[in-house]
């Protein structure tokens, strides 16, 4: 810790960040590939399955990477060192992507999903501990995990952009699995940079396990809450954090499931189910659908410190929106890309690259708005109402939200491929704006649970 960077920070604290940065871009280029990999004909290099079958395994090996860090996180609470956790963590991750390399069929894919689950539990959440121990003023940790925040996306914009297209476009340099295996190696350079890194630079955080390491900086005020029963009010403020996560969930289920007609629909493959229905050249260059998914890195870049600016300015006048009001209004934002999404897919009336991929970067654009408006602050308003004695469990239960979308949209996708795009997809989307549009009209009565005594 007494090493520190120009601007006053930690340089331990960047050896954290970047290790977030190696990992996310393992993480997404898999997300990615896994999806056109399943879904693509065994010719063309990929397993020769479906569309749903590859928005299934893309779905649980997201969905299970948000339940393992609750299990990670208690075993580094009480048990283990979080560095070696997180040490550990990187190690599973990279021998997951291996056996992905390796893998020919489901089975071996099932495989690496776990291993990359159970790496994961022992390292995001624990590796976000051990930096924030590295701050002892509030108002530094909320910038640092900000940066931290911009970290993660460079780490995603870097795999969909630059990694995940060596398997795919006009000319791949590497096989699916050869990617897979990069991204493997990637791990174990991330866990080299972490364990010397962190050697020389993080001090003794991380080294006990958390509750050991902070028992002595607890207050006696905090832990007497900790200890008494809930009150009205109190029960109030679990009711609006439940309310809020569950909304969430209905967000995250639609904002995941518009990636698959991105890519099947209107992207371009060699599956016998692709669609092709947007015209993916630009400027003469034929770019992959991974785009789709740079752009959303690309806008929460951008847009966090933007937003973050814009929320201070508002809090200062009085006048910032609720929690509830930003769920309502970023359900709106994806509810109205799914009606852009039919928009495209009528003005190329059906035919293979009838329309632009442009449309297709809206869409993508809307759902990231829609997810920088609520999605990051969803830990702060926990953190905010919630009662000592249960802020534990409702921090765990927010990224159940998450798990549950995961396992619920390949099953609405599945439904609809058995109708027409265009009725499917603008029902869908209408459903989601009135969902939006009633949390928002009704936000005055839920504010008030917040505020309860």
């Not at 007609?261 to 371009?268: D, E, L, Q, R, S």
């Not at 009336?349 to 999605?375: A, D, K, P, Y």
């Amino acid at each position: 810790m007494e090493q520190t960077a120009k601007k006053g920070r930690p340089l331990g604290f960047y050896i954290c960040a970047l290790g977030f940065t190696f990992e996310r871009m393992a993480f997404y280029t898999v997300k990615y590939l896994l999806a056109i990999w399943l879904a693509t004909d065994v010719s063309a290099g990929g397993l020769g399955s479906t569309s749903v079958a590859g928005a299934t395994m893309s779905a649980q090996f997201v969905a299970w990477t948000y339940i393992t860090p609750i299990i990670g996180g208690y075993i580094a609470d009480h048990f283990v060192s979080p560095r070696l956790c997180v040490a550990l963590g990187m190690i599973l991750m990279g021998i997951g992507y291996l056996v992905a390399w390796k893998a020919s069929g489901l089975g071996m894919v099932w495989v690496m999903i776990i291993l990359v689950s159970v790496g994961t539990g022992l390292f995001k959440g624990n590796l976000s501990g051990i930096n924030g121990q590295l701050f002892s003023d509030p108002d530094e940790l909320n910038a640092a995990f900000s940066i931290q925040y911009s970290f993660v996306n460079i780490g995603s914009f870097i795999g969909t952009t630059f990694i995940a297209v060596m398997a795919v476009g006009d000319n791949p340099t590497m096989s699916f699995q050869g990617v897979f295996g990069l991204c493997g190696i990637l791990l174990f350079i991330d866990a080299l940079l972490f364990v010397i890194g962190g050697r020389a630079t993080l001090g003794d955080a991380g080294k006990a396990p958390f509750k050991k390491d902070q028992r002595e900086f607890v207050s006696e005020e905090k832990r007497e809450a900790a200890n008494q029963p809930l009150t009205s009010g109190d029960k109030k403020r679990v009711f609006a954090i439940i309310l809020v996560t569950l909304f969430s969930g209905v967000f995250w289920m639609v904002w995941y499931m518009a990636y698959m007609p991105a890519y099947y629909v209107f992207g371009w493959g060699d599956g016998s189910d692709f669609q092709n229905i947007a015209d993916w050249h630009l400027f003469g260059k034929l770019i992959p659908t991974s785009y789709f998914d740079s752009m959303n890195a690309l806008v929460c870049i951008i847009l966090g410190p933007v937003l973050a600016v814009v929320w201070n300015k508002l809090a200062a006048k009085g006048k910032d929106l609720s929690m509830f009001k930003k769920t309502g209004f970023g359900t709106i934002l994806v509810g109205v890309s799914y009606l852009v999404m039919v928009l495209a897919y009528n003005l190329a009336g059906g035919q293979r690259e009838g329309t632009s991929c442009l449309w297709i970067f809206l869409v993508s654009l809307l759902m990231s708005v829609g997810e920088m408006v609520f999605s990051p602050l969803g830990n702060s308003f926990i953190n905010k109402l919630a009662p000592a004695k249960v802020l534990g469990l409702l921090l765990g239960f927010w990224p159940i939200a998450v798990f549950l979308a995961q396992q619920i949209y390949p099953r609405v996708y599945a439904y609809l491929n058995t109708v027409a795009f265009a009725k499917g997809y603008g029902i869908t989307g209408a459903i989601v704006i009135a969902f939006g549009v009633i949390m928002w009209i009704f936000s005055g009565k839920l504010d008030e649970l917040e505020t309860a005594k």
